[in-house]
C-alpha cells in the first residue's frame, strides 16, 4: 500500500491511498483452487498456482549432471515440470516436461501411453552431459483428477528405473552377419536395398502432398519411413525412422512400445511445411523376423486417413 498526498483545489491536502502493491500481489499469489490442490497430494509433488496455471514441479535431485565438465545445479536446466490450465468446455489442458534418464526414457513413456497420455517430443537439451539426459513432452485432457491419476504411474518411475546399460566395456555383443532379407521383404512387403552386412527398406510418403517454394519434397528428398536391419536372423538390431501426420504420431508411438522397440526421439526435419511432418527415430534388438514384423505394423499406422 501507498499513500499520496493531493493539493486540491481548496488547498486542502487530501490522502489518497493506492493499493497498487496489494493488487499486484495477489495477481501474482492467487488461491489454488481445490481440485489443483488435490492434483498435487495425488501426484506426492509441489507446485504453484500463477497466471490461472498450476505448475507440477518434478525436478532431479537425485542427479548430479556435468555438462562438459561444469557442474551444474538442478535449476540450470533439470527441472521436469508439468502443468494444467482451464480449457473448453471446462476441461484441464495438460502439457509437461519430464528430465529423464536413458533408461527412463521407454518405461516412461509406455506409461505414459498406456494412461492415455500423449507424448509429443523426446529430445536432448545439451551436450556432453554426463550422465546423458533427454528431455519428453506430454500432453493430455481431461479433468484434473483424471490427469493426476493418467500421469502419476509415469512420475513414480523417473528415479526408479533400473539401468539396464551399465556404462560401456567396448565389448561388442552383436556382430555383422547374413539375414535372410528375403523373409524381411515379404514380410514388409517391400524390397530394400543392401549396402555391406546392412539391408535397408526405404518407404516414401507417396499419400501426402509436401511442397517447398514450389518443389515437390519426395522420399528422396527425406520425405521417407525406413528401417535397416543388421545381425543376423537370431541376433539382430533395427534402426529407423518414421514420417508421421499429427493424428499418426501416438498410433505408431503405441505400436512400437507394444512390440518392444526403444524410441530415441521425436522432432521435426523440415519447418514451414503444409501439412506439418513428425520425424520419430527408434532402434532395438531381436531375432531379425520380430522386428520386420514391428515395422510392419507400424506402418500399418500410416495413411489411414
Same mark, same amino acid.
Given at each position: 500500500?501507498?499513500?499520496?498526498?493531493?493539493?486540491?483545489?481548496?488547498?486542502?491536502?487530501?490522502?489518497?491511498? %493506492?493499493?497498487?502493491?496489494?493488487?499486484?500481489?495477489?495477481?501474482?499469489?492467487?488461491?489454488?483452487?481445490?481440485?489443483?490442490?488435490?492434483?498435487?497430494?495425488?501426484?506426492?509433488?509441489?507446485?504453484?498456482?500463477?497466471?490461472?496455471?498450476?505448475?507440477?514441479?518434478?525436478?532431479?535431485?537425485?542427479? *548430479?549432471?556435468?555438462?562438459?565438465?561444469?557442474?551444474?545445479?538442478?535449476?540450470?536446466?533439470?527441472?521436469?515440470?508439468?502443468?494444467?490450465?482451464?480449457?473448453?468446455?471446462?476441461?484441464?489442458?495438460?502439457?509437461?516436461?519430464?528430465?529423464?534418464?536413458?533408461?527412463?526414457?521407454?518405461?516412461?513413456?509406455?506409461?505414459?501411453?498406456?494412461?492415455?497420455?500423449? %507424448?509429443?517430443?523426446?529430445?536432448?537439451?545439451?551436450?556432453?552431459?554426463?550422465?546423458?539426459?533427454?528431455?519428453?513432452?506430454?500432453?493430455?485432457?481431461?479433468?484434473?483428477?483424471?490427469?493426476?491419476?493418467?500421469?502419476?504411474?509415469?512420475?513414480?518411475?523417473?528415479?526408479?528405473?533400473?539401468?539396464?546399460?551399465?556404462?560401456?566395456?567396448?565389448?561388442?555383443?552383436?556382430?555383422?552377419?547374413?539375414?535372410?532379407?528375403?523373409?524381411?521383404?515379404?514380410?514388409? *512387403?517391400?524390397?530394400?536395398?543392401?549396402?555391406?552386412?546392412?539391408?535397408?527398406?526405404?518407404?516414401?510418403?507417396?499419400?501426402?502432398?509436401?511442397?517447398?517454394?514450389?518443389?515437390?519434397?519426395?522420399?528422396?528428398?527425406?520425405?521417407?519411413?525406413?528401417?535397416?536391419?543388421?545381425?543376423?536372423?537370431?541376433?539382430?538390431?533395427?534402426?529407423?525412422?518414421?514420417?508421421?501426420?499429427?493424428?499418426?504420431?501416438?498410433?505408431?508411438?503405441?505400436?512400437?512400445?507394444?512390440?518392444?522397440?526403444?524410441?530415441?526421439?521425436?522432432?521435426?526435419?523440415?519447418?514451414?511445411?503444409?501439412?506439418?511432418?513428425?520425424?520419430?527415430?527408434?532402434?532395438?534388438?531381436?531375432?531379425?523376423?520380430?522386428?520386420?514384423?514391428?515395422?510392419?505394423?507400424?506402418?500399418?499406422?500410416?495413411?489411414?486417413?
Amino acid at each position: 500500500m501507498r499513500i499520496r498526498f493531493r493539493l486540491t483545489s481548496a488547498g486542502f491536502m487530501i490522502a489518497v491511498v %493506492v493499493l497498487a502493491l496489494g493488487a499486484g500481489a495477489s495477481a501474482q499469489d492467487q488461491q489454488m483452487p481445490p481440485e489443483y490442490d488435490a492434483a498435487l497430494r495425488a501426484l506426492g509433488k509441489q507446485g504453484d498456482f500463477k497466471a490461472n496455471v498450476l505448475k507440477i514441479n518434478i525436478p532431479r535431485n537425485d542427479l *548430479n549432471v556435468t555438462v562438459d565438465g561444469v557442474a551444474t545445479p538442478t535449476p540450470f536446466g533439470f527441472g521436469g515440470w508439468l502443468a494444467m490450465t482451464k480449457g473448453n468446455g471446462g476441461k484441464e489442458v495438460m502439457m509437461g516436461d519430464l528430465v529423464l534418464l536413458e533408461d527412463e526414457v521407454n518405461p516412461v513413456m509406455s506409461a505414459l501411453l498406456d494412461n492415455g497420455l500423449e %507424448v509429443t517430443a523426446l529430445h536432448n537439451h545439451f551436450f556432453f552431459e554426463d550422465p546423458r539426459i533427454y528431455y519428453m513432452h506430454v500432453m493430455g485432457h481431461g479433468s484434473a483428477a483424471d490427469l493426476a491419476r493418467m500421469a502419476k504411474p509415469a512420475v513414480a518411475l523417473i528415479g526408479h528405473v533400473t539401468s539396464a546399460h551399465p556404462p560401456s566395456s567396448g565389448k561388442v555383443t552383436l556382430q555383422p552377419g547374413k539375414i535372410d532379407t528375403g523373409k524381411i521383404a515379404q514380410i514388409v *512387403n517391400q524390397e530394400g536395398e543392401q549396402t555391406g552386412s546392412v539391408y535397408k527398406i526405404t518407404i516414401g510418403r507417396d499419400d501426402v502432398t509436401v511442397k517447398e517454394t514450389g518443389a515437390t519434397i519426395n522420399a528422396r528428398m527425406g520425405l521417407n519411413t525406413w528401417a535397416a536391419f543388421v545381425g543376423t536372423d537370431d541376433n539382430a538390431a533395427i534402426a529407423g525412422d518414421v514420417a508421421m501426420l499429427d493424428d499418426e504420431v501416438t498410433p505408431v508411438l503405441k505400436t512400437l512400445r507394444k512390440n518392444g522397440i526403444q524410441i530415441v526421439s521425436i522432432h521435426h526435419h523440415m519447418i514451414g511445411t503444409q501439412p506439418a511432418i513428425i520425424f520419430l527415430h527408434y532402434w532395438s534388438k531381436g531375432p531379425a523376423e520380430k522386428l520386420a514384423r514391428a515395422f510392419r505394423e507400424t506402418l500399418d499406422q500410416l495413411g489411414k486417413k
